[in-house]
């Protein structure tokens, strides 16, 4: 049988490049992320409930939403950021379960990946059968994450310290994928893990 298992970490922990190594071993990987941007693409209803808690000065002048602004707002702000998530979590959820029993129908031995930064705190992590937390240090994941999207080191640190701290993730962890060394050490755990998850799948 299938198996759906929820990939999660904290900014720049390496989560999405382990979803990566995923997918180039045959798993199918659902990336909330991306399922959260077509939701929100103009006239959706999730972008309707936005404009309507937040307001039309968070569109973009072709009526897209200003991601970028928003997120500024929502890290100032703890209620904000509640409000957002009850118009999200939920759609996110179902269209992830959707594309699962999809990709389930279609192959019963499949191995499915929730490429989700948000699976504990979405509490998601009780619909998947197994959760793989991807660890790093924080002074790694603040070098990753100035190098990549040009934040500053102190723009990354308040974005560390408003989010679910890295070990309490690891409580809900069924495995770990340790992301302190180079590309090739994480590219060989996840082959390992990946076998195992496949033996899942097929039992």
């Not at 399922?35 to 103009?42: G, K, S, T």
């Not at 309507?52 to 707002?73: C, H, P, Q, V, W």
């Not at 069924?174 to 590309?183: E, F, K």
């Amino acid at each position: 049988m299938s198996i759906l298992v929820g990939l999660t970490g904290s900014i720049g922990s390496g989560k999405s490049l382990a979803a990566s190594y995923f997918k180039e071993l045959g798993a199918y990987v659902i990336h909330a992320d991306l399922i959260c941007r077509q939701l929100v693409a103009p006239d959706e209803p999730a972008w309707k409930e936005i404009v309507l808690k937040f307001g039309s000065e968070y569109l973009s002048s072709d009526n897209t939403l200003n991601r970028s602004k928003l997120a500024t707002e929502i890290f100032k702000s703890k209620s904000k950021r509640k409000v957002l998530e009850a118009i999200l979590h939920h759609r996110v959820m179902a269209e992830e379960k959707k594309l699962y029993f999809e990709q389930k129908k279609n192959n019963p031995k499949a191995v499915v990946i929730i490429d989700s930064a948000l699976l504990i705190e979405s509490k998601n992590y009780k619909n998947v059968d197994k959760v793989i937390v991807v660890e790093s240090s924080q002074e790694l994941q603040i070098k990753r994450v100035v190098s990549r999207d040009g934040e500053t080191l102190t723009s990354v640190e308040k974005r560390l310290k408003i989010q679910m701290p890295l070990a309490e993730k690891l409580n809900y962890a069924d495995y770990v994928l340790c992301n302190i060394t180079d590309r090739e050490q994480l590219k060989y755990q996840v082959h390992q893990l990946y076998l195992d998850l496949k033996n899942f799948a097929i039992m």
